[in-house]
Each structure stands twice: as structure tokens, then as C-alpha cells.
């Protein structure tokens, strides 16, 4: 298979395939398949692919660029004000960040809008957008082309940080909830362009995440394709659009589980994954992470 290949983007690996497609957000010339190895991993195309670490290291975004993001300066929290009055400049600037946090598609009750698994609450209550900053000024203060190549040839340096605070692999202790943590930064940066493609919304069943069930403690809460064709950013965002509709109907009627539409089976569908859940130690350990198993059931499937 043709392309430069990112073995440290492995398709069951949900913080690495959020990653994946960050990169065909970044880089919108850049479209996105997987190999169907066992354990999948990506393959990026398109011009000038093969300068693909230096292309990501050039557009390494500043810590005011972060700071600048519809979401820089909030708390965790965020109520309907802050809401209402970062909206404007999200809508102006096609900034997606607030959308991954909070939606306003919702009765409130109390003083926060709610958020989802992909802005877990943290030790401190660091907000996402200063967790997303301390692994860009890691990534700038190294060599940030040759960090980002070593990340996606699967050889990533690891900085003592907890990323955007959902991974579990930055785990590294063998005590739960007390475990250093030990983040792949390149991977962190990046997963937060692919998470914006899952914005915080009311589907139906009350303000969930875009793709997930609304209880991210369960296992199989949000399941992800990884596919053969290559796909830029739109064509992602629409296969998604299309799989997620597939998952959520799954949910609800088990006779039409697994169907899938012309559009997923169409990009070549390799396979799909589920989330199994980091389980905290009490109800005071903040931790959270997901870790993976294939889901056979929605493979191998003509109908």
C-alpha cells in the first residue's frame, strides 16, 4: 500500500485514531485509510505526504493561538453566558472547540452546561484547552518535526503529563487512580482536532457527544470504524455521520443491528472498535481512560 504509513496510529487504539483523522483536519490535502493488518494502522495521501512530520511541525500552533481558541480562558465548567458569549466567536472563526465541550441544546439545571467523555473532569479541574497547551509547549520545546515522525513511526517519546486526560495508555503505574501518567504528546495534540469532529450536541436521548451512548462508563459506549478507501476530512465527517446513525439505531432496535449503510460499507469498512472503560478505584478517583476490543459483529456483514 502506497502513502506514508503511521504504524503509531493504530485503528484500536481510540486516542491514536482521533489522531489520524486530527491530522486530516490540520492538513486538508491529507486523506486518511487504514491497512488491514490485524491490528490496523494508518496511511495518509495525498501531495507532499512523504514531508508529512514537517508539515505538522510548521503548523505547531503557538500557546496564544490555544489561548486564542473559542474555548481558551474557560474553567471546566461553563455556563450559558459563557456560552452564549464565546458562540459569536466560534461561528465567526469555524472554531469547533466549544462544541466538543458543552452545547446549550439543553434544559440547564444548575449552573453548567454539560460536557462529554472526551472533557473529563481532572485532578485541579485543569481545563481541556490548558491540557491541550501543555502538550503543544512539550512538542516546542523538542525538536517538534522530529518528536511528530518518531510519534508516527510508533516510536513516540513520552512526556509526564495527562494529556487531554482520556487516554488509557498514559497509565503507567501499576496502581489505579494513583498511577504516574505518561502521555504521548504528539498523539494528545493531535487527537483534539479528531475529537472536534464530535461535537456536544442533543441527538435525541438528551446532550451527549457526538458517536457516544450517554453512558460512557459502559462498555461498547462508543464504537469507531477504521476503512480502506482514502478519505479526506468531509468524506470522514459524512462516514461517520452515516456509521454513527448504524451504531444508534443498533442501540435501539437489535433486529437492525449491524446494518450497514451503502456509504460505510462503500469506504471499504476493515473494521470496528469499541470503548471498554478505565474502572476508578472509588467515587473520588477522577481517573478515566478507554481501551478497546474489536467488535466482530459488524464486519463480515453484506446487509
Known amino acids: 500500500m502506497s502513502g506514508f504509513m503511521a504504524p503509531g496510529l493504530s485503528g484500536d487504539w481510540l486516542n491514536g485514531w482521533l ?6 483536519v490540520l492538513l486538508d490535502d491529507v486523506r486518511l485509510s487504514w491497512t488491514s493488518d490485524p491490528v490496523p494502522h494508518a496511511v495518509f495521501s495525498g501531495a507532499n505526504v512523504s514531508e508529512l512530520p514537517a508539515r505538522l511541525a510548521a503548523i505547531l500552533p503557538e500557546g496564544s493561538v490555544i489561548e486564542a481558541l473559542a474555548c481558551g480562558g474557560l474553567g471546566q465548567a461553563i455556563d450559558l453566558s459563557q456560552f452564549a458569549e464565546r458562540a459569536g466567536r466560534a461561528r465567526r472563526d469555524d472554531d469547533w472547540s466549544l462544541a466538543l465541550l458543552a452545547t446549550d441544546l439543553t434544559p440547564v439545571h444548575g449552573d453548567r452546561l454539560p460536557t462529554g467523555p472526551f472533557n473529563p473532569g481532572v485532578p485541579q479541574g485543569i481545563p481541556l484547552w490548558k491540557r491541550l497547551l501543555t502538550c503543544v509547549q512539550a512538542i516546542r520545546g523538542s525538536d517538534a518535526a522530529e518528536l511528530i515522525a518518531a510519534s508516527l513511526a510508533g516510536h513516540a517519546v513520552r512526556f509526564p503529563t495527562n494529556g487531554l486526560g482520556f487516554d488509557v495508555r498514559r497509565l503507567a503505574g501499576s496502581v489505579p487512580g494513583e498511577a504516574d501518567k505518561f502521555a504521548d504528546v504528539v ?55 452515516s456509521f454513527y446513525r448504524a451504531v444508534e439505531r443498533s442501540r435501539a432496535d ?21 470503548t471498554r472503560p478505565f474502572l476508578p478505584t472509588g467515587s473520588a478517583d477522577p481517573t478515566r481512560g478507554y481501551a478497546s476490543v474489536r467488535d466482530e459483529a459488524w464486519t463480515g456483514r453484506s446487509s
Not at 195 to 215: I, K
Not at 254 to 274: D, M, S, T
Request: net charge positive; with cysteine; glycine share 10%.
Open 254 to 274: 437489535a433486529a437492525a443491528a449491524r446494518r450497514l449503510p451503502g456509504a460505510v460499507k462503500g469506504a471499504g469498512l476493515i473494521a470496528v472498535f469499541e
Open 19 to 24: 489522531a489520524a483523522i486530527g491530522v486530516t
Open 187 to 241: 498523539v494528545e495534540w493531535l487527537s483534539f482536532y479528531g475529537a472536534c469532529l464530535h461535537p456536544m450536541s442533543n441527538w435525541g436521548a438528551g446532550p451527549v457527544q457526538r458517536g457516544w451512548s450517554p453512558r460512557p462508563d459502559r462498555p461498547g459506549a462508543f464504537k469507531w470504524p477504521v476503512w480502506s478507501v482514502s478519505l479526506d476530512r468531509w468524506a470522514i465527517d459524512a462516514l461517520l455521520d
